[in-house]
């Protein structure tokens, strides 16, 4: 990058963080670093819940997803809108009503301690994980900037994020998100006037589109019934359903943030805000992910966009045999090339005959391309079996870094970095939190004063910070990070809804009979993922289900016997 776009990076991040910081001056008790002293109006509870979902991994992984998958995880959000109206139903009123700090609370009131311990626990596992990719994430684009290890840029951006989130706590966070929030859709807005300016000027954005959908990347929707089928509507508004019930409901990440609402109502607005707001803006990222798709159908992109991974090829003795491949990358592509030209006169003569005619060979051809990229990922892997070549995460880095003006470089790569910090500073909050009020407060330290917990936020947020960073030094591991989140989250999030849909609807179900039922169901959705029975999304339904049902049949079969006994 040009000093303008290090100027222009440095002082957008520093000036979102100090602003935050500075609103959060005078936090000086557990609910002021936890709830934000509940004050917070509509729209910034609004706000802050949607920065809470949108981190790097947003801009990174989805944009790239479209690149290589089209439209289809689009419908991953179908269940969204009837999630929030559920939410602000059921789970909003009984959270507000009973002041609690993390939703686990109301397992103890309703159940025992140990239910409330195990579901808190599930949700510490699964949210630090989740919150170390979240940190992974940013740290590839500093490592592709400086080609540096990124293990010291994982270093680097985590620290930031701690050192804020432990100064100023959910009013810091909020407060930043806020204005990240502001800065992310003007830059999103920003990104797709880029793409379709960068165009050939014979191509505009009708052209784009129409290219992309002969090269099915517009398969927004997809009918079929299929339980392996990651992407379609079924899986999406069933387990998509499912999946954000848990996550809004049950997850302390989210449920914080709506928790700082100043009254029911303005915690009600705020996820209404998310319902209409988030579907939207998910599919304009996509959107660009299929732009960004059709530029490099007119300009060569490299065979590979991890360039850590290409240097380290370049370096090795397979060199001789990628370069090869590179020339017949840049031969097909050429071949490509023509086609799509060839498309583009077709579309605006509107002839069919020749549209299906171009359509046909460009697929081939595009195949062709394809298939040179998998030999350099095999021959990647030939060389070093533990390189990443899933190359997804970097392909709309690349374009940002390489096709983009001097100034607006910066100013997306602040942006992409803004979403990281508020996602990363979201995670590590929920974490201290939920560590202090249901394990600390409640096991270690009954009697402590406001003081003595507020120091003990702090500290468990900078230990969560720590695990954190240690576990994205192991994200690279695991493919499209946008799809790692979800898949990590559906292992968790069914078991954890069940437990809550349990004590909000089967009343006469005790304590002992939902611990149970919790552990069985979730050493079966392990098992199910393991052995690969069915996508993702379907885990959050059969985990739900399971806890509920299970929790009845040990309640009628077990233990109400057994209280007959006694």
Same mark, same amino acid.
């Given at each position: 990058m040009s000093r303008i776009d290090w100027f222009v990076l440095c002082l957008t991040l520093f000036s979102i963080v100090f602003y935050g #910081?500075? @609103?959060?001056?005078?936090?000086?008790?557990?609910?002021?670093?936890?709830?934000?002293? @509940?004050?917070?109006?509509?729209?910034?509870?609004?706000?802050?819940?949607?920065?809470?979902?949108?981190? +790097?991994?947003?801009?990174?992984?989805?944009?790239?997803?479209?690149?290589?998958?089209?439209?289809?995880?689009?419908?991953?959000?179908?269940?969204?809108?009837?999630?929030?109206? #559920?939410?602000?139903?059921?789970?909003?009123?009984?959270?507000?009503?009973?002041?609690?700090?993390?939703?686990?609370?109301?397992?103890?009131?309703?159940? $025992?301690?140990?239910?409330?311990?195990?579901?808190?626990?599930?949700?510490?596992?699964?949210?630090?994980?989740?919150?170390?990719?979240?940190?992974?994430?940013?740290?590839?684009?500093?490592? $592709?900037?400086?080609?540096?290890?990124?293990?010291?840029?994982?270093?680097?951006?985590?620290?930031?994020?701690?050192?804020?989130?432990?100064?100023?706590?959910? @009013?810091?966070?909020?407060?930043?998100?806020?204005?990240?929030?502001?800065?992310?859709?003007?830059?999103?807005?920003?990104? +797709?006037?880029?793409?379709?300016?960068?165009?050939?000027?014979?191509?505009?954005?009708?052209? +784009? =589109?129409?290219?992309?959908?002969?090269? %099915?990347?517009?398969? +927004?929707? $997809?009918?079929?019934? $299929?339980?392996?089928? @990651?992407?379609?509507?079924?899986?999406?508004?069933?387990?998509?359903?499912?999946?954000?019930?848990?996550?809004?409901?049950?997850?302390?990440?989210?449920?914080?943030?709506?928790?700082?609402?100043?009254?029911?109502?303005?915690?009600? =607005?705020?996820?209404?805000? /998310?319902?209409?707001? %988030?579907?939207?803006?998910?599919? =304009?990222?996509?959107?660009?992910?299929?732009?960004?798709?059709?530029?490099?159908?007119f300009y060569q992109p490299p065979v590979f966009f991890n360039?850590?991974?290409?240097?380290?090829?370049? /370096?090795?003795?397979?060199?001789?045999?990628?370069?090869? =491949?590179?020339?017949?990358?840049?031969?097909?592509? #050429?071949?490509?090339?023509? %086609?799509?030209?060839?498309?583009?006169?077709?579309?605006?003569? /509107?002839?069919?005959?020749?549209?299906?005619?171009?359509?046909?060979?460009?697929?081939?051809s595009d195949k062709n391309t394809l298939d040179i990229r998998k030999k350099v990922t095999t021959l990647m892997q030939k060389n070093n079996p533990a390189a990443d070549i899933n190359d997804t995460n970097y392909i709309f880095l690349g374009f940002v870094t390489q096709q983009l003006p001097v100034g607006i470089i910066g100013l997306i790569i602040a942006i992409i970095f803004l979403a990281a910090m508020g996602a990363t500073a979201s995670g590590l909050n929920s974490l201290a939190s939920t560590t202090v009020v249901d394990f600390y407060k409640r096991i270690f330290n009954k009697e402590g004063s406001d003081k003595t917990y507020l120091s003990a936020s702090r500290w468990a947020t900078v230990a969560w910070g720590v695990f954190c960073m240690l576990t994205a030094f192991y994200a690279s591991k695991l493919g499209n990070l946008v799809e790692a989140v979800n898949v990590l989250g559906s292992l968790f999030y069914g078991t954890i809804l069940g437990v809550f849909l349990v004590a909000f609807y089967m009343k006469k179900i005790n304590g002992q009979a939902v611990f149970y039922a919790t552990l069985i169901a979730e050493v079966f959705v392990i098992i199910v993922w393991l052995a690969n029975v069915m996508a993702f999304l379907w885990l959050n339904v059969v985990g739900c289900l399971l806890v509920m049902l299970i929790a009845w049949l040990l309640q009628v079969f077990f233990f109400k016997r057994k209280m007959i006994a006694e």
């Open positions: #910081v500075w @609103k959060s001056r005078g936090t000086t008790n557990i609910q002021g670093f936890l709830l934000a002293d @509940k004050q917070l109006p509509w729209y910034n509870v609004g706000l802050s819940v949607i920065a809470t979902q949108v981190s +790097a991994i947003t801009f990174l992984s989805v944009p790239g997803q479209a690149y290589s998958d089209g439209l289809r995880f689009i419908q991953f959000y179908f269940g969204l809108p009837l999630a929030m109206v #559920v939410l602000c139903i059921t789970f909003i009123p009984i959270f507000q009503r009973l002041n609690v700090y993390t939703a686990y609370e109301y397992l103890e009131q309703r159940f $025992d301690n140990k239910t409330r311990s195990l579901t808190a626990f599930l949700f510490l596992l699964q949210r630090g994980l989740s919150t170390g990719i979240t940190i992974y994430a940013p740290a590839i684009i500093l490592s $592709d900037i400086l080609s540096i290890s990124i293990n010291y840029t994982i270093l680097f951006t985590g620290l930031i994020v701690i050192l804020y989130t432990v100064y100023g706590g959910t @009013k810091a966070v909020s407060y930043t998100q806020m204005f990240q929030m502001g800065m992310i859709f003007f830059g999103l807005f920003l990104a +797709a006037y880029m793409v379709i300016h960068l165009l050939p000027a014979n191509v505009g954005f009708v052209d +784009a =589109l129409n290219i992309a959908g002969k090269m %099915k990347r517009l398969n +927004a929707i $997809d009918t079929k019934f $299929d339980l392996n089928n @990651k992407y379609n509507i079924w899986s999406g508004v069933i387990g998509g359903f499912f999946l954000q019930l848990s996550y809004f409901g049950t997850d302390q990440s989210q449920v914080g943030r709506y928790l700082t609402g100043k009254s029911i109502t303005a915690s009600r =607005l705020g996820l209404i805000m /998310n319902g209409l707001v %988030k579907v939207p803006m998910m599919f =304009l990222i996509l959107l660009i992910g299929t732009l960004v798709f059709t530029f490099y159908q360039k850590v991974e290409v240097n380290r090829i370049e /370096n090795s003795p397979y060199k001789s045999e990628y370069k090869s =491949l590179e020339a017949d990358y840049q031969t097909a592509f #050429v071949q490509k090339q023509q %086609k799509v030209n060839e498309l583009v006169t077709a579309l605006h003569a /509107n002839d069919e005959q020749a549209i299906d005619k171009v359509r046909t060979e460009l697929q081939q």
